[in-house]
């Protein structure tokens, strides 16, 4: 049964740009490249709550075509503030996908999608589901 996603993966052409605009984003440096760091075909962040894992793959090892333009399934990072990630994320370069929308009025859910330089999409969001697991682990 599926209990969790382990790591996102996302395909660049471009490694090293990749490496430079996820490293802004994120603040911090993928902690795993291969085979070099100097000249990475793959690389990987750990960061968040969970330690979540976002992959960033050398385009041309990709299994399946990878589409010109934004493509690939959403995955929503839950952020505390969907505005200032909106604007961020735009201000590093991204390009709007999805507005912020709201996803059930008075529930709290809302979402918005950004396009990263390299085609994949960035889906993020407020999620109280979210910070209610967070809440229940805390002692």
């Not at 990475?40 to 050398?58: V, W």
């Not at 990878?66 to 390009?95: K, R, Y």
């Amino acid at each position: 049964m599926l209990r969790g996603f382990a790591t996102v993966s996302f395909y660049a052409a471009d490694v090293q740009a990749a490496r430079e605009w996820y490293t802004k984003l994120l603040g911090i440096e993928p902690y795993y490249a291969v085979p070099t760091p100097e000249n990475p075909a793959y690389i990987e962040y750990r960061f968040g709550d969970f330690q979540c894992e976002l992959g960033i793959i050398d385009a041309k090892y990709a299994t399946h075509q990878v589409a010109n333009g934004p493509a690939g399934a959403v995955i929503h990072w839950h952020v505390d503030d969907l505005e200032a990630t909106v604007d961020s994320l735009l201000s590093l370069g991204a390009t709007l996908n999805d507005p912020i929308t709201d996803r059930g009025e008075g529930t709290g859910f809302r979402t918005a999608s950004v396009v990263d330089p390299f085609g994949n999409i960035i889906g993020i969001m407020n999620n109280p589901h979210y910070l209610e697991i967070l809440a229940a682990l805390k002692p």
